[in-house]
């Protein structure tokens, strides 16, 4: 049984693949290289687990580093938006 007022670190579960925030440079890099808008890549809730516990902001860039049995490695990039589809209640953030 976990005791609740034990911290778990979402980021060392061998499910959860590595998230890195980019770099402005390395975001226009990447955008750049796939001819594409920040809001035209896929998007990720601000509200998401991994992208709180990386401290990303609306507007960043993650990239996501999968392990793939076919190609060895499987690369992503997600977009930072504030949820909007998520209604909040009062007082929340």
Sequence with gaps: MVD???KI?????????????????EAQEVLKKLGVKPYQLPWISIEDPVVRAIGAKPGDIIRIKRKS?????????????????????????
């Design 4 to 6: 609740k007022r034990e």
């Design 9 to 25: 670190n979402i980021l060392e579960h061998e499910l959860v693949p590595e998230h890195e925030v980019l770099s402005p440079e």
């Design 69 to 93: 049995s076919t190609a060895g490695e499987s690369i992503a990039y997600r977009y930072v938006v504030v949820d909007t589809l998520t209604p909040k209640k009062r007082g929340e953030r």
